[in-house]
């Protein structure tokens, strides 16, 4: 099936510092989705990208819709100690009009103060 | 913004009892919900799609007459594990579309799943 190759799995940081990650695919994609998750709960929306090259920023998160539209990228600056927890991209298919959307295998953030 | 609740939040029942999850949209009316399936340390899994009114699309490996779906209103989906196993213990996630152009998902809290 469909894949989103995320990158990297896992990352240790300290607390101020920067962070990215990135999902690629085969295939394009027309809606790029970003989640969290901490434990025990939902993934909540953090960005959504509708257009190839849009670039959108929440707070600290800035994502990019990659031209090819078959990746793109989340950055959070300045990192702080409730950044923990699961992150991923999620993209749609052109093909789908049901909503349907391929999921990324996450990025483990921790934070250390 | 838009809210999904579930219930229960946690739930343990005996090997060959069936479960009901609910699934409901808070704020907003839910044209299509879907039903996700996470292990530990993993992502999330796509089990089914459920439509207001019609019969739900499930993904290829899961079995409809195990996990059994109802979305009755436009407000609730519920997710129905017949017969279950401890193989079924799980993290079960629900999520809602609206009925705008936008198909940004808002997911539920999560359910976990314990079968003894």
């Known amino acids: 099936g469909q894949q989103l190759n995320q990158s990297p799995q896992s990352m240790f940081i300290q607390e101020g510092e920067d962070v990215s990650m990135n999902c690629t695919s085969s295939?394009?994609?027309?809606?790029w989705l970003w989640y969290k998750q901490e434990p025990g709960e939902g993934p909540v929306l953090l960005i959504a990208?509708?257009?190839?090259?849009e670039l959108t920023s929440n707070g600290r998160l800035t994502a990019q819709f990659g031209i090819t539209r078959k990746d793109s990228f989340l950055n959070i600056s300045a990192s702080i100690p409730s950044d923990v927890g699961i992150y991923f991209c999620a993209g749609q298919l052109p093909a789908s009009n049901t909503g349907k959307l391929i999921f990324g295998q996450g990025t483990t953030l921790q934070v250390k103060p | 913004g838009a809210v999904v609740s579930q219930h229960p939040s946690r739930v343990i029942c005996k090997s060959g009892t069936s479960v009901k999850i609910e699934c409901r949209s808070l704020d907003f009316q839910a044209t299509t919900m879907f039903w996700y399936r996470q292990f530990p340390k993993q992502s999330l899994m796509l089990m089914a799609t459920?439509?207001?009114?019609?019969?739900?699309?499930?993904e290829q490996g899961v079995e409809k007459d195990k996990f059994l779906i109802n979305h009755a209103s436009l407000t609730l989906s519920t997710l129905t594990v017949t017969s279950a196993h401890p193989e079924d213990s799980s993290f079960y996630i629900c999520s809602a579309i609206g009925s705008g152009d936008s198909y940004e998902q808002y997911f539920g809290p999560g359910t976990r799943l314990t079968v003894t």
């Open positions: 990208l509708y257009k190839a090259g």
């Open positions: 459920s439509n207001e009114g019609s019969k739900a699309t499930y």
């Open positions: 295939s394009i994609f027309n809606t």
